[in-house]
């Protein structure tokens, strides 16, 4: 019995051997045969430690971008798993586009649970990875034999940024385009958001259209983007200033010094004060005029200008306080 088993690990290391032997000796041109070949079936060719380290070595004749990747979700690898589809659309639409292997490359994909040696003898702490290997023979031949390491800095990249880098290190041969399936699913969504968007114009259009030109609605947008861009709006965007400071005695200063300064609250509070002043104004020359009761009217009369007097007055002091070199004042503020 254990001689038995003794003649069965050495039959066994010899067919290992000799398959190894065999796939030494395979020569370039058998060995891009043979991945071109698995890559028609499933593109990126899926490699472990020895079909990683056969399809890249020397000499060969053809090129080979490989991904090194982690899927695994113990590993955490929130790149890999974004940037994976789009490496895996690049790989079929190269070599569904040249069948024939007229680019000479060919896509590979090894993941860290099926090539820990690989990584481990490249020294890798990070992941995702991915190398070109130029030619070393043949009339694409490039002058070292060391790979080309793209970068990811940038973070997960589109298919036809790295479609671009790789067809910049093969010139003179075909560069197949990217071809993204058509999402079905945001066509239909968008045809039904489209429809829905229509019909519900087409029953709201009536309701919609009065308040549309209605010259009441117009008067008060128009009325209200003056009051902002005049009390400073716009200055406030620009500058990106402070909603509100310090005054440096543990307070609050609603209001900057300087007519070149100000505050975002200081905005808020002159444009309300632009807007009584503005509702003030218009009362008094159109709705006061316009009541039958005089004694109604005189009322009205002496609450608006009281409110507009008062409401100026306030202005003009906080004019005053921003530059004490301003002229004007008015009671009760002065």
Known sequence: MRLLTLLSLTLLGGVTGSLAAASAKKTPQERFQLYHAKSLSSSPVKLSDPSYRELTATPRDYAVAVLLTAMDARYGCQLCREFQ??????????????????????????????????????????????????????????????????????????????????????????????????????????????????????????YVLPVIQSRTVWAAVTLISILLFTSGHMFNHIRNVPYVAGDGRGGISY????????????????????????LSSISLAIKVPRMSDPRAQGVAFIAWFGILFVVYSLLLSIFRGKNPGYTFSLPPFM
């Open 255 to 278: 209001f900057a010094s300087g007519f070149q300064n100000q505050y975002g609250l200081e905005t808020q509070i002159v444009a309300a004060m632009y807007g009584i002043l503005a």
């Open 85 to 206: 589809p789009e490496w895996e659309l690049l790989a079929r639409s190269w070599t569904g586009g040249d069948k024939a292997g007229e680019s000479r490359v060919v896509f590979g994909t090894l993941d860290f649970g099926d090539g820990r040696d690989i990584f481990m003898s490249l020294g890798l702490q990070t992941a995702p990875v991915l190398f070109f290997f130029p030619p070393t023979a043949g009339p694409h031949a490039a002058a070292s034999a060391e790979p080309i390491r793209y970068d990811f800095t940038g973070g997960a990249q589109a298919a036809e940024v790295v479609h671009s880098w790789v067809a910049r290190h093969l010139p003179d041969r075909p560069h197949p385009p990217i071809k993204r399936p058509i999402n079905w699913m945001r066509w239909i969504s968008s045809l039904v958001i489209l429809s829905g968007g229509l019909t519900v114009s087409f029953v709201a259009w009536p």
